[in-house]
């Protein structure tokens, strides 16, 4: 994830009135690394399930990336509670079908009562 991308999903998401009283949180990998996914697409899905969880009520969202070799990770997580059943069954399997075809996956657990979306896709193949 570059600090552009980061910085630009965050104006996009400040610029949406159901998102301008939530308090986001970053936590970046301390290693760069581009996910085998366009920028569109990622933005529209990240955005959508934030969306989703300011529509549950959330106040605060986590968004934090990790870097292992060969994948990115996106993990989305709040303090308060969230019931992955919320954001509808059929819009979770779009996303992971949409991931999937990328080589990646969206998964949803539950933490400490707290649920977690947890995007996993490629590491872009540097040339």
């Given at each position: 994830?570059?600090k ?13 009135s ?12 301390p290693?760069?690394a581009?996910a ?37 990770a996106i ?20 996303y ?8 990646g ?23």
């Amino acid at each position: 994830m570059t600090k552009s991308f980061l910085q630009a999903l965050t104006r996009r998401l400040a610029a949406h009135s159901p998102l301008r009283d939530i308090e986001f949180e970053f936590a970046p990998a301390p290693q760069e690394a581009n996910a085998n996914i366009g920028a569109e697409r990622l933005d529209d899905i990240l955005t959508n399930l934030i969306e989703g969880m300011a529509g549950i009520g959330v106040k605060h969202i986590r968004i934090a990336t990790e870097v292992s070799p060969g994948h990115v990770a996106i993990r989305l997580s709040s303090r308060e509670r969230i019931n992955p059943a919320a954001f509808g069954k059929r819009r979770l399997d779009l996303y992971n079908r949409t991931l999937g075809w990328l080589g990646g996956s969206l998964e949803c657990s539950q933490q400490a009562g707290n649920a977690e979306l947890l995007i996993r896709l490629p590491a872009l193949q540097a040339v």
